[in-house]
């Protein structure tokens, strides 16, 4: 139940007045896996808790069906595409958040390089335009 957690959880009978179905059809999208509710035990004859994620999906597939005439086989395609896009849309912003802090971080090693260069017994100074080798001139 915890990967769902944060928000209402909801019994079956609310949850199908909420999503203005059937309760038999929230057992029938659970059979065939297009939901997952949460189980308040263990055991599979616990009460099924209904996340706000599970009736907005539960309103999914009732749009699916009545507006575009998608059959249950079509809907569970879409959802399944729908969830594998989701997943790699999470996974690439997580991507981007790490090259962005490797970038950060290597920006900021080499600014501590070059100050440390610049500072460094004047070492490295930048050239004046009359200071430059003859070779560039």
């Known amino acids: 139940m915890s990967e769902k ?9 609310v949850a199908a ?10 057992r029938h999208y659970e059979r065939l896996g297009l939901i997952a509710p949460a189980r308040k035990g263990s055991s599979p004859h616990s009460p099924r808790l209904y ?11 009732r749009s699916l069906m009545r507006d ?3 059959n249950l086989a079509g809907v569970e395609a ?11 849309q999470e996974e ?3 991507e981007i958040r790490e090259l962005h802090n490797q970038h950060v971080a290597e920006t900021r090693r080499l600014k501590e390089i070059i100050e440390r260069l ?3 017994n004047g ?14 001139q």
């Open 5 to 13: 957690s944060g928000g209402a959880w909801y019994i079956i009978s």
């Open 17 to 26: 007045q909420i999503a203005e179905v059937h309760e038999q059809t929230l």
């Open 51 to 61: 996340s706000d994620h599970d009736i907005e999906r539960v309103v999914q597939i």
């Open 68 to 70: 575009l005439g998608v």
């Open 78 to 88: 879409i959802l399944h595409m729908k969830d594998r896009m989701e997943q790699m």
């Open 92 to 94: 690439m912003e997580q």
């Open 118 to 120: 610049q500072r460094g």
């Open 123 to 136: 070492l490295v100074q930048p050239l004046a335009s009359d200071d430059a080798p003859s070779s560039m």
